[in-house]
């Protein structure tokens, strides 16, 4: 195919030829604008990038906020550290146990501000509150919790006083006192962080029942599914330092009146010998350390005298007149305290201190006159305000 200038091509993106080409100068030409074409189309393609990724985060974020907001918005435990007198700078606690992500927050009946709770684990916050001098707070002051995520929001109030000893006093004579006829749990396998506890309580209907784990922060709620009994499911912590044997209580509350139930079930299903274990021998240890004291003794009058002897007599071969009477007292101090402490260092003590660390965890400390024999490791007893050994 022929170009001539009559004929020549005035597209923008192709130069006006001014001259006439044939054959190969032509294939080269089209090639030219092929390989042109084909890098805008790559420039712009790479340039889409950026705005296909945002899309596509755009699209995820949309996602997780649906199943965020599609989850259970539920509050598992609610719970105060009760304080022994309520006045201006006086802190209360608080501890919520809920649906992880969310915002807590509580406001306490009398308080002239709300609180927000932080997550300090998942599922987990906590805050403190302290009384201010314009606060009526009082031990049966109403507090009310609140949790939210998304335009969900959930409630629970707190079921005891903010003082130890005072609010709830039960009448245990009374006919209509609350009961609890069976407290029980679905022991775990292990009682490490995620595994899980389920407690069973059948007693009052119409009440609200909470449980609280030695070795757990605050407590967790129990919901009533049936009348009268009570279900609710612990999911262990990593902070949470719960064994075999830690001690569980249950309370339930009707109006104003409470009652408590003790477990008497292990909590972990593969442990029947936590309650079998062998005595512990409070006198018995293992030798941790063992240190060589040393004590600098204490120089006499010998060593001062010496000293301050030979001072005076250095002292006294310098200078002239009042300067030599000046260097022989000078001398004289100067060579009684070095006297002093060389004597002293002559009369330094050595003595020696065991470490042993009791088999209940306590450690204690024996000095000997001397070296008593004792190495890192060895087993021995405390006896009599000394060591023997422990065959």
């Not at 899980?196 to 609280?212: D, Y």
């Not at 029947?272 to 274990?277: I, K, W």
């Not at 101090?333 to 002293?344: Q, T, W």
Request: a positive charge.
């Amino acid at each position: 195919m022929a170009l001539t200038h009559d004929a020549a091509i005035h597209d923008p993106g192709i130069p006006v030829l001014q001259a006439r080409m044939t054959g190969s100068t032509a294939t080269d030409f089209y090639k030219e604008i092929f390989i042109k074409t084909y890098r805008k189309l790559l420039v712009g393609l790479f340039a889409l990038i950026p705005l296909l990724s945002l899309a596509l985060t755009a699209t995820e974020a949309s996602a997780q906020l649906y199943n965020s907001s599609a989850s259970v918005l539920r509050i598992d435990g609610f719970s105060v550290d009760e304080i022994p007198v309520l006045r201006a700078g006086s802190e209360l606690g608080f501890n919520i146990y809920g649906t992880p992500g969310a915002t807590a927050t509580l406001h306490i009946a009398g308080a002239q501000r709300g609180l927000t709770l932080n997550e300090v684990d998942a599922g987990v916050y906590e805050g403190t509150y302290a009384i201010g001098s314009r606060d009526k707070i009082t031990a049966n002051s109403p507090v009310t919790a609140n949790l939210r995520l998304g335009n969900q929001v959930v409630s629970a109030v707190l079921s005891e006083s903010l003082q130890k000893g005072v609010g709830y006093h039960p009448e245990k004579s009374s006919s209509d006192f609350p009961r609890i006829s069976r407290f029980d749990v679905n022991p775990s396998a292990e009682l490490s962080r995620g595994n899980q506890l389920a407690f069973t309580l059948t007693g009052t209907p119409g009440g609200k029942a909470n449980v609280m784990i030695k070795g757990m922060k605050g407590k967790f709620l129990l919901q009533e599914m049936r009348s009268g009994e009570y279900t609710g499911v612990y999911t262990i912590k990593p902070r949470d330092r719960i064994t075999s044997d830690s001690v569980v209580s249950a309370n339930l509350r009707v109006g104003d009146r409470i009652v408590t139930g003790k477990l008497n079930k292990s909590l972990q299903s593969n442990a029947p010998t936590a309650y079998r274990s062998a005595p512990i021998c409070v006198a018995c240890g293992t030798v941790e350390a063992v240190n060589a004291i040393e004590t600098k003794g204490e120089g006499g009058y010998l060593g001062t005298i010496g000293g301050g002897v030979v001072g005076a007599l250095l002292g006294n071969q310098v200078g002239s007149g009042n300067g030599r009477t000046a260097a022989t007292i000078a001398g004289a101090l100067g060579g009684a305290y070095a006297g002093r402490a060389i004597e002293g260092n002559t009369k330094k003590n050595v003595h020696y201190e065991v470490q042993v660390r009791l088999q209940n965890g306590g450690q204690q400390t024996i000095s000997f006159a001397s070296d008593p024999g004792y190495k890192v490791g060895d087993k021995v007893k405390v006896q009599d305000g000394g060591l023997v050994r422990d065959v």
